[in-house]
């Protein structure tokens, strides 16, 4: 009980110091202090009338939206005597291949940076800003010469180093309770299975109705879609961040989702934000960047060859150029396994004090990043609230999806848990895969890295979106990958390589979300 006790005062003395830095907190003050002249303010009850006019004014409700952000994005505090890292961290070993995973990426940038002759970042030349902040949106038009340029790994680079990943722990590899364990995943992590699953994601059940099922040209309106639309605007009418969080969890109207997912990620895209994003558009056009060729060519690479996403460009690299620019991303790492690169100001190569961090943000984009961005973009036309909703969407979800750790919403755990999944509920597909050299992970990886973004159908792919905002976590993307997998389970069986399996999965467009997941979760016996 008393550890109980210390944890919550350590929350609250965090969220406490974080709110006392933003915006918010001086917004508060001010109308603290507006509220004295008011005459309904009296001295002998000063606390409880102020408290009475935030709570009648609305604030009180914007207070609780940030503090329930913050407990969302942060988790919940070590042990007191818990070194720091592994706030970050938890598993030693996993910290290592981190970390020499981050060196394999530097090495590959800075080897790009030699053989072009380029330099990480310089000033770009009076002209060179005018010219770029005149067609900045229009820059999908340039046509830069990239072809000496290529993405510093792409997701299968990342499958190979989390393949060979092993716990340390175990000698010659004998890991008893992990022994039947026949995937590319070889760590012992707990997963989930069907029943805690189903538990998890209880509304998801057959017998709830879902967007993505229920509101079907099939189903009249009146049974579901009219009552949720009607719930949904009292949400937004309410404000409260975690009334919409558990209202997506049934998905989303296409009217309501925007606003509904500004408010999750408890994003009002006020003047200073605005001011903000100003700013890191003004540092693009100051200062050129190495990073800013790599997100050209994966724009070009990807988004630009998607049917759904190409007409998006300009907005893609609008939010990414600026995001390479925003330290604010840097906070990320207090919890996440990562750390940001370092790069030294010329000729003062390892003194600390001449360190920066590179680029900017400490994330290097790597060969489909840009789709992390596409779908906000058929959600949000403003630039800087497009902005802000990604930036949040990375570093509550995303950055999971390309950094080594042990937590259950890490790229390693849903590997773990999609392969577990299948070699239990699909045994014999999954031993007729691995015997033919199709080991299921290989193909379905770069869906969940990318969170299936080019994958699946837009209006699919905003539909799983909303249940990864409703329940804060990422783990039904490898229970999406599993049903697929079950879904195309008899076609499967007859293919005899890997390149025939990819080509039985090689489409996901005309797949519907919402009753794949319904029936492998709640129609599988277990």
Known sequence: MLEQDSGLSLTIARIVQRLKGSSLHSQLERQARISLHSPEIKLESLKEDIKDFLKTSG?????????????????????????????????????????????RILKSLNSMCTELSIPLAQKRPASEQKELLNKWNEMGTDEPDLSLFRPVYAPKDFLEVLMNLRNPNYENGEQPSFRNHLGLIQVPLKVKDIPELKEDFSELDLNIGQLGVDDSAQVPPEFFENEHVRIGQKVLAEQDSAAAQQYVRQGC?????????????????????????????????????????????????TASNDDYYFVFEDYLYQVLLCFSRDTSVLEHFAYS??????????????????AVFYPPNGVIPFHGFSMYVAPLCFLYHEPSKLYQIFREMYVRFFFRLHSISSHPSGIVSLCLLFETLLQTHLPQLFYHLREIGAQPLRISFKWMVRAFSGYLATDQLLLLWDRILGYNSLEILAV???????????????????????????????????????????????
């Open 337 to 354: 396994s990562a750390t940001p690169p370092k790069s030294y100001i010329r000729g003062k190569l390892g003194i600390e004090e001449y």
């Open 480 to 526: 999406l990958a599993a049903a697929v997998f079950a879904f195309r389970a008899v076609n499967l069986m007859e293919v005899t390589s890997l390149a025939a399996a990819e080509a039985v999965l090689a489409d996901l467009s005309t797949l519907k979300v919402m009753p794949l997941l319904q029936i492998f979760l709640f129609a599988t016996v277990t």
């Open 59 to 103: 604030w009180e409700k914007k207070l609780q939206n940030a503090v329930y952000s913050e407990l969302n994005v942060f988790p919940s505090p070590c042990h007191p005597a818990a070194p720091p890292e592994h706030m970050k961290e938890p598993l030693a070993y996993m910290r290592k291949a981190q970390g020499s995973w981050e060196k």
């Open 253 to 301: 109207p296409t009217a309501l989702r925007a606003d509904l997912w500004a408010l999750i990620l408890n994003i009002s895209n006020q003047p200073e934000d605005i001011l903000y994003y100003e700013q890191l558009k003004s540092n693009v056009i100051q200062h050129d960047l190495l990073v800013d060729s790599l997100i050209y060519k994966d724009v070009k690479l």
